[in-house]
Nanobody, 120 residues
């Protein structure tokens, strides 16, 4: 079982920024999903094993940036220009596929989630 530890959630006003972090216990393709109240979990972004490939949901393109620090087994999600519709629980994931996880694919392992709330 892969161990994932998320941090960085919180409350921010619309237009503000937050950075999420996720630490893994090894090298994996990683990324984030999110789940708003009453809605299904949805893909946000992913990054491949060596960071060469990234994928983003259309709703976050141009506002969110995923990056990784392999020396620390960390992945980061920089979220800018946040909107109230970005509110939800953000789940880090890890996956054994080196090329990363695309929208529509289900990752292997999940973190516990961290709450992000964007007020109007």
């Amino acid at each position: 079982q892969v161990q994932l530890a998320e941090s960085g959630g919180g409350l921010v006003q619309a237009g503000g920024s937050l950075r999420l972090a996720c630490e893994a216990d090894g090298r994996y393709a990683m990324g984030w999903f999110r789940q708003a109240p009453g809605r299904e979990r949805e893909f946000v972004t992913s990054i491949s094993w060596f960071g060469a490939t990234t994928y983003y949901a259309d709703a976050v393109k141009g506002r969110f940036t995923i990056s990784r620090d392999d020396a620390k087994n960390m992945v980061y999600l920089q979220m800018n220009s946040l909107k109230p519709e970005d509110t939800g629980v953000y789940y880090c994931f890890a996956d054994s596929r080196m090329q990363g996880v695309r929208q529509g694919e289900v990752p292997d392992f999940w973190g516990q989630g961290t709450q992000v709330t964007v007020s109007p």
